[in-house]
């Protein structure tokens, strides 16, 4: 098993312990431009398939 040759300095620990809040919040919602519906944003629209006005995926029905 891996073994750490030399002591972690409180800073470098503090800096990579300080980020793991930001991933338990929400994703970043944002509304679809046209169907209005919530999305992540840069992602296709699940509800009607299309990013940046270009349709990507056909809507099953």
């Known amino acids: ?3 750490p040759k030399k002591r972690m300095t409180r ?3 503090d800096r990579r312990r300080a980020h793991w809040k ?3 919040s929400l994703p ?3 509304e679809c431009p ?3 519906e919530p ?3 840069h992602r296709v629209c699940p509800n009607c398939g299309f ?3 270009y349709r ?6």
């Open 51 to 53: 990013y940046k006005n």
């Open 11 to 13: 800073a470098r620990r």
């Open 34 to 36: 046209r169907c209005h």
């Open 39 to 41: 999305r992540l944003s």
């Open 28 to 30: 970043g919602l944002v």
């Open 1 to 3: 098993m891996a073994v």
């Open 22 to 24: 930001r991933k338990l």
């Open 56 to 61: 990507v995926v056909a809507k099953k029905d």
